[in-house]
């Protein structure tokens, strides 16, 4: 089942803070969160997992909340080199199954 | 040292046409992936191998047959090419520890062009 994204785009001007949504249908396992830039590939950002593990980049967060099956990405005092779609991949036993992205668009 | 790379980069190639795409990875990852991410950027997995075994086949055209010849190489072939075939492909790797699946490393992809 594909999890629902919001926003589908955002704009901000740098500095400021931006929120990511993803939503699930189904009970949540694991969250993916990736980073693609325009013409290049995903680059993965983190992993939230059931219990509250994480794995990724320090300078962001998310959050897991099982009982919403529901995650967000944090982006605080956002720089230029945030832009780009961000992905959401919902982590079953053996497959990703990707939202259809946030287009972030960071301004000077 | 590139993690995953793809060849080639681009492709351009008339309807019906027969071609492949080449992926390898150098992590040591035991798990490889094709995904398809098409104009409106939605990235679909379409296969996925586990120590060169076919794990995931998702409703992908039987015109798609993938190859694992090791654990290092996931290729793609692709028959009679079609105008909706045309889109980014993009090759992945990760390690599977425990059952749990871990961060995928991304190939450059490659742009399919079918005309």
């Known amino acids: 089942q594909q999890p629902v994204q919001s926003p589908q785009a955002v704009i901000l001007r740098e500095g400021e803070d931006a929120v990511i949504n993803c939503s699930s249908s189904?009970?949540?396992?694991?969250v993916h969160w990736y980073r693609q830039k325009h013409g290049e590939a995903p680059v993965f950002l983190m992993i939230?997992?059931?219990?509250?593990e994480q794995k990724g980049h320090d300078k962001i967060s998310a959050s897991f909340n099982e009982k919403k099956q529901q995650s967000s990405l944090y982006l605080t005092a956002s720089q230029l080199s945030y832009s780009g779609t961000y992905f959401c991949?919902?982590?079953?036993?053996?497959?990703?199954?990707f939202g259809k992205g946030t287009k972030l668009t960071v301004n000077p | 040292d590139t993690a995953v790379s793809q060849t080639p980069k681009y492709l351009v190639t008339q309807m019906g046409n027969d071609k492949s795409i080449k992926c390898e990875q150098n992590l040591g990852h035991d798990t490889m992936y094709w995904y398809k991410q098409d104009s409106k950027k939605f990235l679909k997995i379409m296969f996925s191998?586990?120590?060169?075994?076919?794990?995931i086949n998702e409703t992908v055209p039987n015109r798609f047959s993938p190859k694992s010849p090791d654990k290092a190489h996931l290729n793609l072939h692709i028959n009679s090419l079609e105008l909706g075939d045309s889109a980014v492909y993009f090759c992945?790797?990760?390690?599977?520890?425990?059952?749990?699946?871990?961060?995928?490393?991304f190939g450059p992809g490659t742009r399919l062009t079918v005309l």
């Open positions: 939230l997992l059931k219990g509250g």
């Open positions: 992945a790797s990760s390690q599977v520890v425990s059952g749990s699946y871990n961060e995928q490393f």
């Open positions: 991949g919902l982590g079953g036993s053996e497959k990703l199954v």
């Open positions: 189904k009970a949540l396992y694991s």
């Open positions: 191998y586990n120590n060169k075994e076919l794990i």
